[in-house]
């Protein structure tokens, strides 16, 4: 948790000149200050115990630039003073201070260099140890002299506290926890060091020749320097050049090969490190990997000085050890801005509902823009045994050819606002969908999770509570959060979405509480998904809910269960079933020939017509272990049209398992079997279609998707006269998917 604090060590060593005895920098004060956040309040804890041994060149002073010799740093666990008795013990014991009681670092290696305004900067490269983890760090920091010897030295950094195995503090059954991030600040102060013990001096020449042959091109012979003299024996470094994509292992030296004139005297060989004078050297920067140097050559080469016992080679493009921001900076991932958002690309794979924990601090009112697309490619094969309808000379029944092609793209713009702490408003429009070629305002909603009034019994509330109003999708079932939404398909596994499809957008409100790993949820919505306010006598309210509980039982074990319910006891037009406007991915199957794209928008779903009266139950049961994940859906919806009598019933059933594996998850394979039965309208008895789904995809970036699936589906006990007897269709699907 302490890095910056090891920067400011080093920081600070390296300011001092160098000379040819090894000394040890004071530290005369010093404070850490480790920032977090909870779903309650904000947190700090700080020290100023600490045990820091950098070691420099003789020669005190505040000239910036030179060399350290080595730099280790222990801070005790329970040093750290959180203000709160409780809070102190809760974070030894997640640290496990008994058995891990000390947070340790050494150096590895750096690159410093002096600013215009009299600052010295550095990046560092060192282990770090936490909890008994040990992991490689790299970190930046400022030191600045105070102009009466001493110097003082500043830095900050955040990170995420799992990459030490450092779970979230927990109380009150988990209903209260620290967020995952922490920031790190740190001040010291240190003085003139203090000669501890003599070491010996790198030779100048021999840097001067390392640096020489690590600027030339590889045909350039080395420039032999004057020799150094070890007991009237002259030692000629040797140069070997190797291509810049050979590995070097972290630690290693290369082998001596003196070359002596004369009798055979041992000799004494250099090294650069630790001991490097200061080198100004333009477009050069020197890093040190235990014993070896490292020389940032326009080159492009690796040199290898092996009378030296050192290495020189092109520092790569990224750092040894990335820290989240720096991944997500080379891998051009986007940094969102707002708060409570679940992330559009493969970052969000695994979220359901908006999270109530934050990672991002409000810094006032911030937009953010967003988008996804998709294109899709089938070869689908489409067949039915129906029997022939004529009118007006058409065969109602015949279906329409079809072959191998691409679909129309499909696109999602997404505006984000931040308003205020803890509150923001979302707007989604389809760019480009199946069923509208026109642009369309999916919906747009306030979601609440900090209260606007200051109040101590509103912000505790608010620690628990969300809320969202506006026009929304809404949250009925978990199986919404996987699918496809138009131009965003980076979340759905597979291409199609369920046979059953409950998607629609409504105006109203829906209110969440979360205690730890327990979800409940309650929503009221027009029952529409278009404002009305004709013919008041046929519409009333709709109602949902949704309890469930989401916990993560081991470090590779999730389990999630939710049950949901939706309910209205009458409406103009419901659209629960029917309120995709993106349409089906499986174009123009089992349609006859006057269907049109835009009409027949939904190919291959089954729309059971509850556009009058509709309760459906769904219960989502889903669990991942390790790389391998399973999702389910159990649904049974009852209903009728404003024309019909009675109600029906339709049943759901499906599965779907995945299994993840690459260095980053990046490769998945998936299958889904979903199967819907029941009563359909104008059929007397009851029918079934069944679908089965084979895919995988890669990501290519967390932001780009390229998936594939072959879909096979079949229609059983539909009459005769109906175009889905004896129907089937199958064959394979590709699509490319890109959000952020």
């Given at each position: ?452 009034i200051e109040h101590p019994m509103l912000d505790l509330l608010m620690h628990f509570a969300t809320i969202k109003v506006g026009h929304f999708e809404v949250n009925y079932g978990d199986a919404h959060f996987r699918r496809t939404d138009n131009g965003q398909a980076m979340h759905n596994p597979f291409i199609g979405n369920l046979i059953l499809d409950a998607f629609t957008t409504e105006i109203g409100g829906e209110g969440y509480l979360r205690l730890g790993p327990i979800l409940a949820m309650a929503g009221a919505t027009g029952g529409e998904i278009r404002g009305q306010v004709t013919g008041p006598a046929q519409r009333s309210p709709a109602w949902l809910g949704k ?194």
């Amino acid at each position: 948790m302490n890095r910056p604090f090891v920067a400011i060590l080093l920081l600070a060593g390296a300011a001092v000149s160098v000379c040819a005895q090894a000394v040890r920098f004071q530290v005369t004060s010093g404070t850490i200050t480790i920032l977090g956040t909870s779903n309650i309040h904000d947190w700090k804890c700080s020290t100023s115990t600490l045990n820091p041994m950098v070691m420099v060149p003789s020669a005190a002073g505040t000239q910036m630039g030179k060399s350290v010799t080595s730099i280790s740093l222990t801070i005790p666990v329970k040093s750290l003073d959180c203000g709160n008795g409780q809070m102190n013990s809760n974070l030894a014991k997640a640290l496990h201070a008994d058995e891990h009681p000390a947070i340790d670092f050494q150096l590895v290696s750096y690159v410093g260099r002096a600013s215009a305004a009299g600052e010295y900067q550095a990046t560092l490269t060192g282990s770090l140890s936490i909890n008994g983890i040990t992991r490689p760090v790299t970190l930046i920091g400022t030191a600045h002299p105070d102009g009466s010897g001493a110097l003082r030295a500043t830095g900050s950094t955040s990170f995420s506290t799992k990459v030490f195995g450092v779970e979230p503090v927990k109380a009150l059954l988990g209903s209260i926890k620290t967020g995952e991030q922490v920031t790190i600040e740190a001040m010291i102060t240190g003085s003139a060091p203090v000669a501890v013990a003599s070491a010996p001096q790198a030779s100048a020449a021999i840097v001067a020749s390392a640096l020489a042959s690590a600027s030339r091109p590889a045909t350039t012979p080395p420039v032999t320097p004057s020799a150094p003299k070890v007991a009237a024996r002259a030692v000629t470094p040797t140069a070997d050049r190797v291509p810049a994509s050979a590995p070097i292992k972290p630690g290693a030296v290369a082998a001596s090969s003196a070359r002596t004139a004369g009798d055979s005297i041992p000799t004494t060989q250099q090294r650069l490190t630790p001991t490097l004078p200061a080198l100004a050297i333009r477009d050069t920067a020197l890093r040190r990997r235990a014993d070896t140097a490292v020389v940032n050559a326009a080159a492009g080469e690796v040199v290898v000085l092996k009378n030296v016992d050192t290495t020189i080679t092109r520092m790569p493009s990224a750092p040894a050890t990335e820290t989240a921001a720096g991944i997500a900076r080379r891998l051009a991932l986007p940094t969102s801005r707002i708060q409570h958002t679940r992330p559009r690309d493969q970052r969000g794979l695994f979220i359901f509902e908006s999270p109530k924990e934050d990672t991002v601090s409000y810094n006032g009112f911030t937009l953010q823009w967003g988008a996804a697309f998709t294109q899709e490619m089938q070869t689908l094969k489409h067949r039915n045994a129906a029997q022939s309808v004529m009118v007006g000379g058409v065969n109602q029944n015949q279906l329409m050819a079809i072959g191998g092609g691409f679909n129309n793209a499909v696109a999602n713009l997404y505006l984000d606002a931040q308003l205020a702490r803890g509150i923001r408003v979302a707007m989604t429009s389809y760019l480009s969908s199946r069923h509208h070629s026109e642009t369309w305002v999916k919906d747009g909603y306030f979601l609440i999770d900090a209260s606007p009034i200051e109040h101590p019994m509103l912000d505790l509330l608010m620690h628990f509570a969300t809320i969202k109003v506006g026009h929304f999708e809404v949250n009925y079932g978990d199986a919404h959060f996987r699918r496809t939404d138009n131009g965003q398909a980076m979340h759905n596994p597979f291409i199609g979405n369920l046979i059953l499809d409950a998607f629609t957008t409504e105006i109203g409100g829906e209110g969440y509480l979360r205690l730890g790993p327990i979800l409940a949820m309650a929503g009221a919505t027009g029952g529409e998904i278009r404002g009305q306010v004709t013919g008041p006598a046929q519409r009333s309210p709709a109602w949902l809910g949704k309890v469930g509980i989401d916990r993560q039982l081991a470090p590779d074990l999730r389990v999630r269960l939710t049950a949901s319910t939706y309910g209205s006891a009458k409406s103009r037009s419901n659209t629960l079933y029917t309120g995709d406007r993106g349409g089906s991915p499986y174009f123009m199957v089992l349609e006859n020939t006057l269907a049109t794209e835009t009409a027949n928008a939904w190919s291959g779903n089954i729309r059971p017509g509850f556009t009058n009266v509709v309760h459906s139950y769904m219960i989502n049961p889903f669990v991942k272990y390790r790389a391998t994940e399973f999702f389910g859906t159990i649904e049974t919806a009852t209903g009728k049209a404003s024309t019909e009598l009675r109600k029906r019933t339709v049943r759901q059933i499906a599965g779907e398992g995945i299994a993840r594996f690459g260095s980053a998850d990046q490769l998945y394979v998936a299958t889904r079997y979903n199967k819907v039965a029941g009563e359909l309208a104008g059929i007397a008895s009851d029918v079934s279609t069944d679908r089965w789904q084979f895919g995988g995809g890669w990501f290519v970036l967390p932001t780009v998707l390229a998936k594939a699936e072959y879909v096979v589906q079949r229609y059983y006990d539909f009459p005769a006269l109906d175009i889905r007897s004896g129907g089937q269709f199958k064959g394979f699907m590709f699509a490319g998917s890109l959000a952020f």
